[in-house]
C-alpha cells in the first residue's frame, strides 16, 4: 500500500512539476524515471558529464574508509555550485540519488552525521548542504544534523593548501554528546580529507567505535 501512495505521489509531483536538466534547466520527461541511471536522471543527453569514478588518494587518518564516486568537474560541478550558493535546496534529492551505487557499500551504520556549518555561514546560506544530502540519502539510520559542532569559522578550504587546510582546521569540530557506534560523516565534496578527517576525530574522541565518510566527488589540486 505505501508503495502505491509513493507511486502516486511522484507521478502527481511529476506532472505539476516536470523534472529538469541541471545543466540547462530544460523539461524532462519523467517516463521510465525509476530505470534511468542516476546521472540521467540529473541531467539531458546533451548535458551529460563525462564523470569517472574517484576514489581519491589521500591520507585518511581518522577516517576508516573515504567513499567518493564522481570526479568534480563538468555539469556535476555546476549543479553542486548551483546547489550550494543559488538557494536550491530542492536539488539536494537528485544530488543524493548519484550515491545509489554505493548503497551496498553503506550498511552497518549507527548514525548518519553531516558536516556542519559554521552558525555565520548558515544563516548566510540558510541551509547547510551536507544535512539536505545526509537526509536525501535515507540509508535508515538517524541523521544527526546537530551532533558536530563547528567551534569556530574557517578560511574557504579551496583558497588553502592541503597543510594549510589541517592547520585551519585544528581543533574547529566538537561533539554535543558522547556516543558509540559506526558513524557516516557525509560532505558534498573533498580534496584532501582534510575536513573529513577533523571531524572524524571529533567523532572518535566522543567514543565512536568506527567512521566513514562520503562525498559526492573529490577535486583533484
Known amino acids: 500500500m505505501r508503495n502505491w501512495i509513493s507511486l ?10 516536470p523534472p529538469r536538466c541541471l545543466g540547462c534547466d530544460a523539461t524532462r520527461s519523467p517516463e521510465n524515471w525509476e530505470e534511468m541511471p542516476p546521472l540521467s536522471r540529473l541531467f539531458c543527453d546533451p548535458c551529460q558529464p563525462t564523470i569517472e569514478g574517484a576514489e581519491p588518494v589521500v591520507p585518511l587518518g581518522p577516517l576508516a574508509r573515504l ?6 568537474g563538468g555539469q556535476l560541478a555546476e549543479a553542486i555550485m548551483t546547489f550550494k550558493y543559488h538557494d536550491r535546496a530542492e536539488m539536494a534529492w537528485p544530488l543524493a540519488s548519484l550515491w545509489h551505487p554505493l548503497r551496498a557499500q553503506l550498511r552497518g551504520f549507527d548514525l548518519v552525521v553531516p558536516v556542519p556549518l559554521h552558525r555565520q555561514r548558515l544563516r548566510r546560506r540558510g541551509y547547510n548542504q551536507a544535512a539536505l544530502l545526509a537526509r536525501a540519502l535515507r540509508l535508515g539510520p538517524p541523521v544527526a544534523t546537530h551532533l558536530l559542532l563547528r567551534k ?10 592541503a597543510s594549510e587546510r589541517r592547520s585551519a582546521l585544528q581543533g574547529a569540530f566538537d561533539t554535543r554528546r558522547p556516543l558509540g557506534g559506526r558513524v557516516l560523516l557525509v560532505d558534498d565534496v573533498t580534496t584532501t580529507g582534510a575536513t573529513l578527517a577533523t571531524c572524524a576525530q571529533a567523532l572518535l574522541h566522543a567514543g565512536a567505535e568506527r567512521v566513514e565518510g562520503i562525498a559526492l566527488a573529490h577535486t583533484q589540486r
Open 152 to 161: 569556530r569559522s574557517t578560511p574557504p578550504q579551496a583558497t588553502l593548501s
Open 8 to 17: 502516486i505521489w511522484q507521478a502527481t509531483w511529476d506532472t505539476l512539476l
Open 67 to 72: 567513499h567518493v564516486p564522481y570526479a568534480y
